[in-house]
Structures are given as structure tokens and as C-alpha cells.
């Protein structure tokens, strides 16, 4: 029996807690879940049993939102950035990762984190979750970001860093661990056996041979051929502004990036509502709707969930589940 998803609070100013209920209410028992958060933050409309961490891995109860209790410090300001919750957003993030590890949950989704909340009110010492994810991974766990819809698989190889400092930070062996966790985790999460895939260029037109630019010429392609040696089924340096039509998508499963806006762009273009962030490279799974807190909508009533229902469903289906 797979065990349920270790779903995190994120930032309860956020929407993270009301997506995450519309996605529990509409995928009922189909993908089951275990909520990690405080429970006085809980709407009373909602009935929730909370779970002691030895009743979780069986959890599958339809009527009732299971909670793995989580104390913070206030109650939600919602829309408001509020440093006093830090520390309980990032024991969420802390707990759901100590369980999935433990093999008591089968994936961690975590809901949406403001980082400027949780570097004042917690020291927070991260860029994001991805690089987070990664320190509570342990070993030598090297994270990868991939951004994932039914229309498109990319993934950055440099993350949440200036543009002025992409340059300093892709170097080859960033680039050559980037591709070789995407190699492995398509075939290890996503059952791909050969993914093919395509690298794009750092400069416009992919450095048009080293008149634009002479990284592809100096090292990239070397990186490419190197690994298609070593059997992986990559191609490039391609123009990154030729990848992403539709022609262009039916040659490869995913599209291996320089920097972060050259990979979210073409996504949250093609299929805004439905992006999932996945993170590879973890020794457990992790997914995240593809989108902030969004407190200019928190309260309302209005915040679309149709991310973070994909994002289970995505987790779900990466654990073995059928939907």
C-alpha cells in the first residue's frame, strides 16, 4: 500500500492552506494526504483528525482532513507578511521531510513559502526550497529543479541567483551533474528509459559560433558530446528561443536550461495553471504548485488549485499510485 503525501502548511498568510483544501476536496480519497500544520489555523468547517506520527503511514479516512500538528506562534495575517510564523513554516517543511525519510509518508508537496518572511523572523539561510530540500537531504544530495505540465519538462541549471551572476556559477560540472540527475531520475521517478534531452544555449542564437558569446563553443558542447558518449541521449547547445514551439517540443522530454527565467518562462506560458515544480536529485520525492503565496488573494475565496492539484497528483503517480 503506498502511504499518503506529507503536505506542508507553506506560509498561512499565503493560499496555500486554501488550495491545498480545494485539492483534498476534490481529489477525495483518490491521492491521500496528510496536512502538516496548526490546526487552530483550520477553518471550522473543516473536521481533521490529528494523527500521531505511528498513525500516518495507514492514514486513507475520506471524511476528515488528517493533520500532523504543527504549533505556531499566531494566528494567520492573511495577505500580510507576518515573520512571527517563520519557525512554524519551516518545522512543516522539517517534519514532512523527517517522515517521508522515515518511510512513514510516500512524498512531501509543500504548499507556497514567502523567503523574505522566513529570513526575518528565522534566519531562514536559503534561497528557496529547493536548495532547503537539499540541506535536510543530507549526503550528497545535489538538488535539481524541474518544472513539469502535460505540454512541458524544463529544468534551470542555475536557480534563484541574479542574472549578473549566471556567468560565475554555470560552470561544466554544474552543468554535467545537471544532466546526468535528469537522466536519472526521468527514468527513476518517470519511468522513462532513455529521456531525451535537449540543452540549450547560455547567449542568443546559442552563441551564433562564438560571435554572440563563446561559451557553447568553449565548453557546452563539449559537455553534450561527452555525456552522449557516455550513452545519454542529449543534444544541443540549441537557440533557447527556437525550443519551446510545438514542433520544436516533440523532439525531446525535457529541456535542460542555463538560467531560471529561461526555463519558467516557457512553461508558465504554455501552461500556467498546471505547472508543477518537482525537485530532483532528492533521495525522496518532492513536488510544489508552481506558484508564490499570492497575498494579494489570501481570504478571498478566489485562488485558482488546479497546481496544487496536479502537484499531488504528480506525487502521487511518482510513489506508484494510479489516478
Not at 500544520?37 to 503511514?57: C, M, N, Q, R, Y
Not at 506558484?291 to 494579494?296: E, I, K, L, R, V
Request: glycine share 10%; charged share 15%; aromatic share 6%.
Amino acid at each position: 500500500m503506498i502511504k499518503p503525501i506529507a503536505v506542508t502548511c507553506g506560509d498561512p498568510s499565503g493560499i496555500g492552506l486554501e488550495v491545498t483544501l480545494k485539492a483534498w476536496d476534490a481529489l477525495g480519497a483518490t491521492v491521500p494526504m496528510v496536512w502538516l500544520g496548526d490546526p487552530a489555523h483550520l477553518p471550522k468547517s473543516v473536521p481533521f483528525t490529528v494523527l500521531e506520527d505511528g498513525d500516518i503511514t495507514t492514514w486513507r479516512a475520506g471524511g476528515n482532513l488528517g493533520v500532523c500538528p504543527i504549533p505556531f506562534a499566531a494566528p494567520p495575517m492573511l495577505g500580510q507578511e507576518d515573520p512571527q510564523n517563520a519557525a512554524g513554516t519551516i518545522h512543516a517543511i522539517e517534519k514532512a521531510v523527517a517522515l517521508t525519510k522515515a518511510g512513514l509518508t510516500s512524498a512531501v508537496c509543500t504548499s507556497p513559502i514567502n523567503k523574505k518572511v522566513l529570513m526575518d523572523g528565522a534566519g531562514f539561510a536559503y534561497p528557496g526550497h529547493t536548495e532547503f530540500l537539499e540541506a535536510l537531504a543530507g549526503g550528497d544530495a545535489q538538488s535539481v529543479m524541474m518544472l513539469a505540465s502535460d505540454a512541458l519538462r524544463v529544468v534551470p541549471t542555475t536557480i534563484h541567483i541574479a542574472l549578473s551572476d549566471v556567468p560565475q556559477v554555470l560552470t561544466p560540472d554544474l552543468l554535467r551533474a545537471t544532466i546526468r540527475i535528469v537522466a536519472q531520475d526521468l527514468r527513476r521517478w518517470f519511468g522513462i528509459p532513455a529521456p531525451r534531452i535537449s540543452v540549450a544555449g547560455l547567449n542568443p542564437h546559442a552563441g551564433e559560433g562564438g560571435k554572440m558569446g563563446r561559451e557553447e563553443v568553449d565548453w557546452i558542447a563539449r559537455i553534450v558530446n561527452e555525456l552522449r558518449n557516455e550513452g545519454l541521449d542529449v543534444s544541443g547547445p540549441w537557440p533557447g528561443d527556437t525550443l519551446f514551439h510545438a514542433a520544436a517540443r516533440a523532439q525531446y522530454d525535457v529541456v535542460v536550461a542555463m538560467y531560471h527565467d529561461q526555463a519558467l518562462i516557457p512553461i508558465k506560458t504554455l501552461d500556467f495553471d498546471r505547472g508543477v515544480n518537482i525537485t530532483l536529485g532528492l533521495p525522496f520525492i518532492r513536488t510544489s504548485p508552481d506558484h508564490g503565496t499570492a497575498y494579494n488573494i489570501a481570504g478571498q475565496g478566489v485562488a485558482n488549485p488546479t497546481s496544487m492539484m496536479e502537484a499531488l497528483k504528480y506525487a502521487w503517480r511518482m510513489a506508484g499510485g494510479q489516478i
